[in-house]
């Protein structure tokens, strides 16, 4: 069964870090290039970053550039998204994907930053 299960998120404060993981299943992970995705209440999904099948090339949405680090173990089989610096505009539910869309999603974690 392919799946993909995020966790990590939670509340945290502005200036706060969180690190989220992206469990895989069901394929072969190691030869997939992954990506992370956002949707924050009541908009649309934001692509926020990618990285190649392995690990050696990684991109950013400029909201995010300089904050978010993508990182993945592909003998874990697990994607990783290091955010630091974290601001509320940040708040979102947090999906992992195989593309930008976030195709093949699972059901998401919530990253709340507020004080």
């Known amino acids: 069964q392919v799946q993909l299960v995020e966790s990590g998120g939670g509340l945290v404060q502005p200036g706060g870090s969180l690190r989220l993981s992206c469990a895989a299943s069901?394929?072969?992970?190691?030869?997939?290039?992954m990506s992370w995705v956002r949707q924050a209440p009541g908009k649309g999904l934001e692509w926020v970053s990618d990285?190649?099948?392995?690990?050696?090339?990684?991109y950013y949405a400029a909201s995010v550039e300089g904050r978010f680090t993508v990182s993945r173990d592909n003998a874990k089989k697990t994607l990783y998204l290091q955010m630091n610096s974290l601001k509320p505009e940040d708040t979102a539910v947090y999906y992992c994907?195989?593309?930008?869309?976030?195709?093949?999603r699972g059901q998401g974690t919530q990253v709340t930053v507020s004080s």
């Open positions: 994907g195989w593309n930008r869309i976030g195709t093949g």
């Open positions: 069901g394929f072969v992970f190691s030869r997939l290039g």
């Open positions: 990285i190649n099948s392995a690990g050696t090339t990684t």
